[in-house]
């Protein structure tokens, strides 16, 4: 009889079912994250489009100003022309081509222009966004000469900045007198270049920049240099570019402009995606660790509900033998009285000394071991030697319990112990073989060893012999071993185990009952 073992299909089942559960809810999981992700890269692929048609707008409206700059270049040309033009002494009889280029000259309301001499002295201006009062704001305390002053120097600065970017016009107004025009792109060209720096700023904040969205890297395939990102600039600065690549995904998106120029966008995954992929594992841990407080109450009561059951049988048991062993005293007594044989009368008292000693062990299960320092060899010597003529002649019994060992032990549970694993050494052996029962010490504890020759333990049974229901004898309730475990453990803070077993040679059990400290 087995209990232990349907006890163990039902631990296995229940496992079974509880990691389907995880299984399944892993996979579903797993399964959203995977989608997840293709979405993410499918948005970073219409990411890499809208960045390709970005440059293309922008080359658009690149090749859109430039011919605007040639319009403007062209009209300044001719005002220049017409400016020369109205500057020069004309006799009374040319007044209309002498207004033409006047009224030419009028016309320019939007193109900046500076006039500077061949001297460095500014000959004049037009179309500027500032003058002198917005000078005397910065600086009230100049006095009229230093503003004009300092007005010129600005023009001066700023006619520099604008020869690099538009080319520069000199004419000769009077005879050997030369002024050089320098002018800007028209206050219509800024503003749509600022609409346009705007719309890309818009765009790269909310494609490249922002940091809420899968982190991307726009990088330049032939430079190797970044164009955008939305990393934090921290996080470049501790790492390298390999590194930064390194911690995206290895295969880029490929931007091919189809002019020989090519841009990589590496993407990762969003903060978002990061977190739900580690989601299966804090599930993971949760039901584990919902399974294991479950488990370890579920424990607690068991073993509770263990302990007042084995107090409740012993208490009922020693209750039960209390009757008849008072009957049988009396009985051993009588016969006594009427003068039998004293052989007879000496082993039935022995077997009446055996039953109140087992009553005794029963009362004191059921009521809590008493623990007293004693010499635990001399309890193995006891036991043993009431054990050694109650079993077969033909094993061999050899004991070593000579050394003096004194423990904190309920001596008539021990004997208990000693003579349960004995019991089934000698069943084990077939009642044909060698007992070798020893009483030795290590640090901490003293060892009771019992050995026999007999067939051994399999090794996948040799963690559940102590459990209750555990049996290989086909009448057996599995009992014993348990309760030998029970003794030890509980009521000793001991340990009995299988030191060491082999199939066909035999198989040791050692007890370890703790020194006083």
Do not use: C
């Amino acid at each position: 009889m087995n209990l232990y073992s349907n006890k163990q299909k039902w631990k296995v089942a229940l496992l079974i079912f509880a990691l389907l559960l995880v299984g399944a809810s892993l996979f579903v999981s797993n399964q959203i994250v995977s989608k997840v992700g293709e979405r993410e890269k499918e948005r970073a692929q219409q990411w890499a489009d809208a960045i390709r048609k970005k440059i293309e707008l922008v080359r658009l409206t690149n090749n859109t100003f430039d011919n605007l700059r040639a319009k403007e270049r062209e009209k300044m040309t001719l005002w220049v022309e017409a400016t020369t033009e109205a500057a020069k002494k004309s006799p009374l009889d040319q007044d209309f081509n002498n207004n033409f280029p006047l009224r030419i000259t009028e016309r320019n309301n939007d193109i900046p222009v500076i006039a500077v001499d061949d001297y460095g002295y500014i000959s004049g201006n037009r179309n500027l966004d500032f003058d002198t009062s917005d000078i005397r704001r910065k600086h009230p305390d100049l006095t009229k000469k230093e503003l004009l002053g300092k007005f010129d120097d600005s023009l001066l600065l700023l006619a520099d900045q604008w020869k690099k970017k538009n080319p520069s016009f000199t004419v000769e107004v009077f005879d050997d007198f030369f002024i050089t025009y320098y002018y800007n792109d028209s206050r219509a060209i800024d503003s749509l270049e600022h609409v346009r720096d705007s719309l890309i700023e818009s765009f790269n904040d909310e494609l490249i920049n922002n940091e809420g969205l899968v982190p991307v890297m726009l990088i330049d395939a032939e430079s190797n240099e970044i164009i955008g990102t939305n990393i934090p600039e921290s996080e470049q600065k501790q790492k390298s570019l390999k590194k930064l690549i390194a911690d995206l995904n290895p295969k880029p998106i490929v931007i091919d402009f189809h002019t020989g120029e090519k841009n990589l966008l590496y993407y990762g995954d969003s903060p978002e995606l990061r977190q739900l992929k580690f989601f299966p594992f804090i599930q993971f841990t949760v039901i584990g660790l919902f399974a294991l407080i479950g488990y370890l109450i579920f424990s607690t009561f068991r073993k509770a509900e263990q302990n007042q059951v084995w107090a409740g049988m012993a208490k009922e048991t020693a209750h039960q033998l209390g009757t008849p062993l008072s009957s049988l005293m009396a009985w051993v007594q009588l016969l006594e009285s009427q003068g039998i044989d004293p052989m007879i009368a000496t082993e039935m008292q022995k077997d009446v000394s055996r039953l109140e000693k087992v009553t005794e062990r029963f009362s004191k299960i059921g009521a809590g071991a008493q623990l007293k320092e004693g010499d635990v060899s001399e309890t193995v010597r006891n036991v043993m030697s009431y054990l050694k003529p109650r079993i077969s002649d033909k094993v061999e019994t050899t004991i070593d319990a000579k050394e003096v060992f004194i423990v904190e032990h309920n001596a008539p549970l021990i004997e208990w112990v000693v003579e349960n694993i004995a019991k089934n050494a000698v069943d084990a052996m077939e009642a044909e073989g060698s007992l070798f029962v020893s009483v030795h010490s290590s640090e901490g504890f003293v060892h009771i060893d019992i050995k026999d020759t007999g067939k051994g333990i399999p090794p996948k049974q040799v963690k559940t012999i102590f459990e209750p229901g555990f049996s290989t004898k086909k009448r057996g309730w599995g009992l014993g071993l348990s309760l030998v475990k029970r003794i030890v453990k509980e009521y000793h803070k001991g340990k009995v185990f299988v030191l060491e077993t082999q199939l066909g040679v035999g198989t040791t059990f050692r007890i370890s009952l703790p020194k006083k400290s």
